[in-house]
C-alpha cells in the first residue's frame, strides 16, 4: 500500500503560479495528477513515467510541467500561466503499472487532494 500526501495548493490570482508536490510512502511506477473543480467530473492533467516521459492534457499543455525525484518518492507540478478554469481540488495518483495513463481507473493510490482557486 503506498500513501500520497498532497501539498503546495492554495489562492492565486490568474496569471499567477503554484507548485503542487506529491510525496508517496515508497517507490512508484507511473505517476499522475487529475483534478476535479466546481460540479466538473474528475480529469486527466498530466502523467509521468519512472523514467520521466511525460503526457499532458489540451488544456494545461505549455502551461503545466510534471517532473518526479525518485530519491524523495516525490512528483511536482509546476503550473504556470494559471486561469480561474485551472480552480479545482488537484489529486495526486500512482499506478502499479508502468505506462502513460490518462484514465482515472487505472491509478491504484490516491491522495486526499490540495485544493487549487485561482481569482480572476
Known amino acids: 500500500q503506498v500513501q500520497l500526501v498532497e501539498s503546495g495548493g492554495g489562492l492565486v490570482q490568474a496569471g499567477g503560479s503554484l507548485r503542487l508536490s506529491c510525496a508517496a510512502s515508497?517507490?512508484?511506477?507511473?505517476m499522475g495528477w487529475f483534478r476535479q473543480g466546481p460540479g466538473k467530473e474528475r480529469e486527466f492533467v498530466a502523467t509521468?513515467?519512472?523514467?520521466?516521459?511525460?503526457y499532458y492534457a489540451d488544456s494545461v499543455k505549455g502551461r503545466f510541467t510534471i517532473s518526479r525525484d525518485n530519491a524523495k518518492n516525490t512528483v511536482y507540478l509546476q503550473m504556470n500561466s494559471l486561469k480561474p478554469d485551472d480552480t479545482a481540488v488537484y489529486y495526486c495518483a500512482a499506478a502499479k503499472g508502468g505506462t502513460l495513463y490518462t484514465r482515472a481507473p487505472l491509478y491504484d493510490y490516491w491522495g486526499q487532494g490540495t485544493q487549487v482557486t485561482v481569482s480572476s
Open positions: 515508497g517507490r512508484t511506477r507511473t
Open positions: 509521468i513515467s519512472w523514467s520521466g516521459t511525460t
